[in-house]
């Protein structure tokens, strides 16, 4: 069954320039990009985009950096490929929970800066694309 799942590459990732190095692996996966741009984020789309963790503690940190420089969005798409890109991010936690192996397991330390984003569901994954790319 063929998927598609937002993938945002954070502005931490776009500074330490792994943009190639994520589209590198969602290739070699076997995943297409079907859409991707560079983008400097609105507060708002940011509110949107993380409005299930409005109110949690980390949530104006979270506003703050994911607003703070360039983030690559893309759309991803294959089979099962909202899982399939969750599985080549790794945990949440880049230290605690992120194997080696993974992006976030390889390149990241901090929780908030953990490089990669990527649709948890089938919801969130039409919510966020129809969100980031409403033409497509
Ligand atoms: P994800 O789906 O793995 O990205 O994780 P969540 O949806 O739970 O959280 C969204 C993003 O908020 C994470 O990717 C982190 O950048 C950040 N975040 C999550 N939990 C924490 C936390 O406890 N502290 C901080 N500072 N940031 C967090
Ligand atoms: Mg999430």
């Given at each position: 069954m063929?998927?598609r799942?937002?993938v945002?590459?954070?502005p931490?990732?776009?500074?330490?320039?792994?943009?190639?190095e994520?589209?590198?692996?969602?290739e070699?996966?076997g995943?297409?990009?079907?859409?991707?741009?560079?983008?400097?984020?609105p507060r708002?789309?940011?509110?949107?985009?993380?409005?299930?963790h409005?109110?949690k503690p980390?949530?104006?940190?979270?506003?703050e950096?994911?607003?703070s420089?360039?983030?690559?969005a893309?759309?991803?798409?294959g089979?099962?490929?909202?899982?399939?890109?969750r599985?080549?991010a790794g945990g949440?936690?880049?230290?605690?929970?992120a194997?080696p192996g993974t992006?976030?397991?390889?390149f990241g330390?901090?929780?908030?800066?953990?490089?990669?984003?990527g649709?948890?569901?089938?919801e969130?994954a039409?919510?966020?694309i129809?969100?980031?790319?409403p033409?497509l």
């Open positions: 063929t998927e799942t937002l945002l590459v954070k931490d990732g776009v500074q330490r320039r792994l943009i190639g994520v589209i590198s692996r969602i070699r996966k995943l297409d990009v079907v859409a991707l741009e560079l983008r400097t984020v708002e789309l940011a509110e949107q985009h993380y409005a299930e409005d109110g980390f949530f104006g940190d979270l506003l950096f994911i607003t420089g360039q983030v690559l893309a759309v991803v798409e089979p099962r490929a909202i899982a399939a890109f599985q080549l949440t936690d880049p230290v605690e929970k194997t992006i976030r397991g390889d330390l901090e929780t908030q800066y953990n490089l990669v984003h649709s948890d569901s089938p969130s039409a919510r966020e129809k969100l980031w790319f033409n």
